[in-house]
């Protein structure tokens, strides 16, 4: 599956943005989705995950409250919504494909996603 992510720029702190990840080539309902973050220095990180269902959801303790994952299988999207951004959010942001036999398992590890797209830039200044 190829994925496509976009919907990144600059905003302040306070702001919000919406990333948005395109997929294609297979049938995207067999994947988990989740969406990482990279900030200059540092290692590619988890931010949120969705199961191939859409029922079931993660994120890291650093954004809860704050982003929602959805996803539309229907169009092949999977979206994350950030509000209140914060400067330490600043990453370039990825998002990923698992295949994925159970219907409502999220998975927070890197290491176990097969598909990334190439990132997009958010920066929150302060």
């Known amino acids: 599956v190829q994925l496509q992510a976009f919907g990144g720029g600059l905003v302040q702190a306070g702001g919000s943005l919406r990333l948005s990840c395109a997929a294609s080539?297979?049938?995207?309902?067999?994947?988990?989705m989740g969406w990482f973050r990279q900030a200059p220095g540092k290692e590619r990180e988890f931010v949120a995950a969705i199961s191939r269902s859409g029922d079931t959801t993660n994120y890291t303790d650093s954004v809860k409250d704050r982003f929602t994952i959805s996803r539309d299988n229907a169009k092949n999207t999977v979206n994350l919504h950030m509000n209140s951004l914060k400067p330490e959010d600043t990453a370039v942001y990825y998002c990923?494909?698992?295949?994925?036999?159970?219907?409502?398992?999220?998975?927070?590890?890197?290491?176990?996603?097969?598909?990334w797209g190439q990132g997009t830039q958010v920066t929150v200044s302060s």
């Open positions: 990923a494909a698992r295949s994925a036999l159970g219907y409502r398992t999220v998975v927070a590890e890197k290491d176990r996603y097969h598909y």
């Open positions: 080539g297979r049938i995207f309902s067999n994947y988990g």
